[in-house]
C-alpha cells in the first residue's frame, strides 16, 4: 500500500495513472461498516484510494475528541490488509475552509476520482455540511459516480465507533469484538518497569496506554501478544497496579511460555475477555497468589475459545 501525506494539496496528491474508486471518512477503528465501504469500493475493480486525515476533524473544529479506537500505526496494517491500494491523508486545517464544491475540485477530481464511496453519515466541505446526497449530485456534475453504502446494523442499530468505545469501557471485549470484525487490540511500546513481576516469577511487559486512546474498563484479561510474527496466549492487567502503584494508566501483560527482552519493541496486545475488576492487596504476596490464579483462570477460557485468538 503507498502513503502520502498531501499537507498541501495539489503539490502532494498522488499522481494516479488510472482512474480510481475514492473511499472518503475517518474509519477510526476500522469497524464492519467501514469494512463495508472498504469492500465495495474494491469491487469495481478500479484501484482504490483512501481519502482521510491525519487528525480527527472534532478535534479542529471542538478542540475535543473521542478517545481513539486504533492508532494510525494500526489503520495502516488493517488498510493494507483489506487491500487498499493507496493511503490518501489530509491535513484537516488545509481542507477545512474549503467549499464542498472546492474539496471536489481540489482532492477527487486531482486523483482522477470515477468513483466515489462513503457511509451513510459522511460529511465534507467547510463546516461539515455536506452529505451523501450533495456528493451524488457533484459526481453527476462532474463525471463521478457515488456509492452511499448502507450501514451495518443490528438490533440496536447502526454499528459505531461510539458504541465500541462504550463496550470497550464496560470491558464487553466479545461484543467489541463483534463490532469490530476482530478482537480489540492495544498496539504501544513496551516500557521499562519496576520488574516486579519478574522478582516474583511472573515476568510482564509494560504499556502505557495514551490519554487519547480508548481505554479499557481496569481489570484483568484473558488476551493474547502478538511476538515475532505469532500470536501466543497471555493474561493481561489494564489499569494503575493499586497494590505498589504506578503514574501511568498501564497494560501489564504476561506473555505464556515466552522470556525474550521486548523493551523498547511494540508489541500488540488482544483483550479478549474480562476476568475480573483490578483490586488492591494487602501485599505481593497476596498478589503473587492472585496472579497465579489469573493465569490459571486465563488458560482455561482461551482453552475453551480458541477461535478468539487471532491466526
Same mark, same amino acid.
Given at each position: 500500500?503507498?502513503?502520502?501525506?498531501a499537507?498541501?494539496?495539489?503539490?502532494?496528491?498522488?499522481?494516479?495513472q488510472?482512474?480510481?474508486?475514492?473511499?472518503?471518512?475517518?474509519?477510526?477503528?476500522?469497524?464492519?461498516?467501514?469494512?463495508?465501504?472498504i469492500?465495495?469500493?474494491?469491487?469495481?475493480?478500479?484501484?482504490?484510494?483512501?481519502? *482521510? $486525515? *491525519?487528525?480527527?476533524?472534532? +478535534?479542529?473544529?471542538?478542540? =475535543?475528541?473521542?478517545?481513539?479506537?486504533?492508532?494510525?500505526?494500526?489503520?495502516?496494517r488493517?488498510?493494507?490488509?483489506?487491500?487498499? %491500494?493507496?493511503?490518501?491523508?489530509?491535513? @484537516?486545517?488545509a /481542507?477545512?475552509?474549503?467549499?464542498?464544491?472546492?474539496?471536489?475540485?481540489?482532492?477527487?477530481?486531482?486523483? =482522477?476520482?470515477?468513483?466515489? @464511496?462513503?457511509?451513510?453519515?459522511?460529511?465534507?466541505?467547510?463546516?461539515?455540511?455536506?452529505g451523501?446526497? &450533495?456528493?451524488?449530485?457533484?459526481?453527476?456534475?462532474?463525471g $463521478?459516480?457515488? /456509492?452511499?453504502?448502507?450501514? /451495518?446494523?443490528? &438490533?440496536?442499530?447502526?454499528?459505531?465507533?461510539?458504541?465500541?468505545?462504550?463496550?470497550?469501557?464496560?470491558?464487553?471485549?466479545?461484543?467489541?469484538?463483534r463490532?469490530?470484525?476482530?478482537?480489540? *487490540?492495544?498496539?504501544?511500546?513496551?516500557?521499562?518497569g =519496576?520488574?516486579?513481576?519478574?522478582?516474583?516469577?511472573?515476568?510482564?511487559?509494560?504499556?502505557?496506554?495514551?490519554?487519547?486512546? !480508548?481505554?479499557?474498563?481496569?481489570? !484483568?484479561?484473558?488476551?493474547?501478544?502478538?511476538?515475532?510474527?505469532?500470536?501466543?496466549?497471555?493474561?493481561?492487567?489494564v489499569?494503575?497496579?493499586?497494590?505498589?502503584?504506578?503514574d %501511568? !494508566?498501564?497494560?501489564?501483560?504476561?506473555?505464556?511460555?515466552?522470556?525474550? %527482552?521486548?523493551?523498547?519493541?511494540?508489541?500488540?496486545?488482544?483483550?479478549? *475477555?474480562?476476568?475480573?475488576p483490578?483490586?488492591?492487596?494487602?501485599?505481593?504476596?497476596?498478589?503473587?497468589? +492472585?496472579?497465579k490464579? %489469573?493465569? =490459571?483462570?486465563?488458560?482455561?477460557?482461551?482453552?475453551?475459545?480458541?477461535?478468539t /485468538?487471532?491466526?
Amino acid at each position: 500500500m503507498e502513503i502520502y501525506h498531501a499537507d498541501k494539496l495539489a503539490d502532494k496528491l498522488p499522481d494516479m495513472q488510472e482512474p480510481v474508486a475514492a473511499i472518503l471518512g475517518m474509519f477510526d477503528g476500522v469497524h464492519i461498516g467501514h469494512a463495508a465501504v472498504i469492500r465495495a469500493a474494491r469491487e469495481t475493480g478500479l484501484r482504490t484510494v483512501l481519502v *482521510t $486525515f *491525519t487528525e480527527h476533524p472534532a +478535534q479542529i473544529l471542538k478542540n =475535543r475528541r473521542a478517545p481513539e479506537l486504533t492508532s494510525a500505526r494500526q489503520r495502516e496494517r488493517i488498510f493494507a490488509a483489506m487491500r487498499v %491500494d493507496t493511503l490518501l491523508y489530509l491535513d @484537516f486545517k488545509a /481542507v477545512k475552509s474549503l467549499s464542498p464544491d472546492e474539496f471536489i475540485r481540489n482532492v477527487l477530481l486531482p486523483i =482522477r476520482t470515477k468513483a466515489a @464511496f462513503c457511509g451513510f453519515n459522511y460529511t465534507f466541505g467547510a463546516g461539515g455540511k455536506a452529505g451523501p446526497a &450533495e456528493l451524488e449530485r457533484f459526481g453527476e456534475r462532474y463525471g $463521478f459516480a457515488t /456509492v452511499r453504502v448502507p450501514p /451495518v446494523c443490528d &438490533e440496536e442499530g447502526p454499528v459505531s465507533s461510539t458504541r465500541i468505545r462504550d463496550r470497550i469501557v464496560e470491558g464487553q471485549m466479545e461484543e467489541a469484538a463483534r463490532l469490530l470484525g476482530r478482537p480489540f *487490540t492495544l498496539e504501544l511500546p513496551v516500557i521499562h518497569g =519496576r520488574q516486579l513481576g519478574r522478582k516474583l516469577g511472573i515476568p510482564t511487559i509494560n504499556q502505557r496506554i495514551p490519554e487519547e486512546h !480508548v481505554c479499557p474498563r481496569y481489570g !484483568v484479561y484473558a488476551a493474547s501478544a502478538l511476538v515475532d510474527g505469532r500470536w501466543r496466549n497471555a493474561v493481561a492487567s489494564v489499569g494503575v497496579k493499586p497494590t505498589v502503584g504506578s503514574d %501511568d !494508566v498501564l497494560c501489564e501483560t504476561f506473555i505464556f511460555d515466552y522470556d525474550g %527482552d521486548l523493551y523498547d519493541r511494540w508489541v500488540e496486545v488482544a483483550l479478549h *475477555t474480562f476476568l475480573r475488576p483490578e483490586e488492591r492487596f494487602a501485599g505481593v504476596d497476596e498478589l503473587k497468589a +492472585q496472579m497465579k490464579r %489469573d493465569i =490459571r483462570h486465563a488458560k482455561e477460557w482461551l482453552a475453551r475459545h480458541p477461535e478468539t /485468538v487471532p491466526m
